[in-house]
């Protein structure tokens, strides 16, 4: 037996002559997220209907379309012929789900998208409104506040769900390309990658681990975050690099001033180079206007001008509270709050430069000794770690 789910699609929907293509991606991303069960996707005109194994439960289906980006609505749903007395035995059967002779209120809301079906959407909520009168007699209608509401859609079969709930919008993962994010334990960059991921992008992540500067600990916390966001980004690689001897040369060799600022352009240079080598076109960071001495106008300008690569930073006009409350919403905040220091706490001087100057940090950078081998050497010592798009075991 099979269960189905109806889909409602978000920006998709306002797409042109690709609409098709964004479809594809998303019923390709729903089958991944709960493979190996079979699933089938179907699309008719802005909706979208998932056919399910019956064994996969309720939960795990929320879960898996609540996190896929393209989705503005999800609801399960029940569906049989365009003939009345098939819809009428449909509504009977589905009704005590959950209506209840309580006296509470309801309403029933009808679409008839297909205009050849013989009664209007006005006459099926009344002949709908009727049942539910004969089955639940308390029942009052409430057209404005209803506690329950049945919903009726004549389309390429006759189509009732009750409640439904809202998903994460945006657009497919994998419907824009490929990215790479720069991950640390940090409440910004795992909110950084679930913004990025929600335009369409298909991320790689990466994290920069200094071991023994950071511990074990902060790895593990990577390796935590890159697991719960997994979801939303529909499976994912994570890199871990060993970022020892960079960190190392750095301490060695520049002032205590500029220790941050150098940090900052080995990152984003050994992050340029992997993604050549994963086939990324773009760096995403958790980057946020002048929310640190790193973040300033000028220091962002520096970092930039060290890669060809483009960098998105999604959050750069967001506030912390912002970022906070979005970081609960996709369960990574209290992971980030946990307390082990990542490389960058560690490297921060007491009186950072907050003003480079492009071109003078970008000499101080080429003048320490041997930092190109660094770099190259970093973007070899890398350890990958796959996350599947599966939510089928948790
Ligand atoms: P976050 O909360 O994401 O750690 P932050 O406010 O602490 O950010 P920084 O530490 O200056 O700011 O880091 C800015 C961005 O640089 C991060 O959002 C992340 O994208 C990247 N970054 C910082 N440290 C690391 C690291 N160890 N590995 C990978 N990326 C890092
Ligand atoms: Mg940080």
Redesign the pocket.
């Known amino acids: 037996m099979k269960k189905e789910y109806l889909i409602k699609l978000g920006e998709i929907s306002l797409k042109g002559l690709n609409r098709k293509d964004f479809e594809r991606q998303l019923a390709t991303n729903i089958k991944a997220k709960l493979s190996p069960a079979h699933s089938a996707v179907r699309s008719t005109k802005g909706r979208m209907y998932l056919d399910v194994d019956e064994q996969v439960s309720d939960s795990v289906l929320s879960k898996a379309l609540s996190t896929t980006f393209g989705i503005s609505f999800f609801a399960r749903c029940y569906s049989c012929g365009k003939d009345l007395d098939q819809i009428d035995g449909l509504v009977k059967s589905i009704l005590p789900l959950g209506f209840a002779d309580d006296g509470s209120s309801f309403k029933i809301d009808a679409r008839r998208e297909d205009k050849s079906f013989p009664l209007t959407s006005s006459q099926i909520e009344v002949r709908l409104a009727g049942i539910a009168h004969s089955m639940f007699p308390s029942l009052k209608v409430d057209l404005r506040n209803p506690d329950h509401a049945l919903h009726v859609e004549i389309r390429d079969k006759a189509y009732a769900y009750m409640s439904q709930a809202s998903s994460s919008s945006g657009l497919p993962v994998g419907s824009s390309g490929k990215a790479l994010?720069?991950?640390?334990?940090?409440?910004?960059?795992?909110v950084?990658a679930y913004m990025a991921a929600s335009r369409g992008l298909h991320l790689e992540l990466?994290?920069?681990?200094?071991y023994p500067y950071?511990g074990e600990e902060a790895l593990d916390k990577v390796r935590t975050l890159a697991k719960l966001i997994s979801p939303y980004l529909n499976g994912t690689v994570l890199h871990v690099v060993n970022?020892t001897p960079m960190e190392k040369l750095i301490e060695a060799s520049s002032s205590e001033r500029e220790k941050t600022l150098m940090l900052?352009a080995a990152?984003i240079r050994v992050a340029e180079k992997l993604a050549k080598k994963r086939r990324c076109g773009a760096l995403?960071?958790?980057?946020?206007l002048a929310?640190?001495a790193?973040?300033t106008l000028e220091a962002l300008d520096f970092t930039t001008s060290m890669t060809d690569c483009l960098v998105l930073r999604p959050l750069i006009g967001m506030d912390k509270e912002a970022i906070i409350s979005l970081a609960r919403k996709i369960g990574t905040y209290e992971t980030?709050i946990l307390p082990y220091s990542?490389?960058?706490?560690l490297f921060s001087p007491a009186h950072p430069m907050t003003r480079p100057n492009r071109n003078r940090e970008r000499e101080a950078y080429f003048r320490m000794d041997g930092v190109e081998k660094a770099e190259d050497q970093a973007v070899s010592d890398s350890e990958a770690i796959a996350y599947d798009a599966s939510v089928m075991e948790q």
Request: charged letters at 10%; a negative charge; hydrophobic letters at 30%.
């Open positions: 994010c720069l991950l640390s334990g940090g409440i910004d960059s795992p950084a990466v994290y920069f681990h200094a950071t970022f900052r990152m995403v960071t958790g980057e946020s929310q640190v790193s973040q980030s990542d490389c960058c706490s």
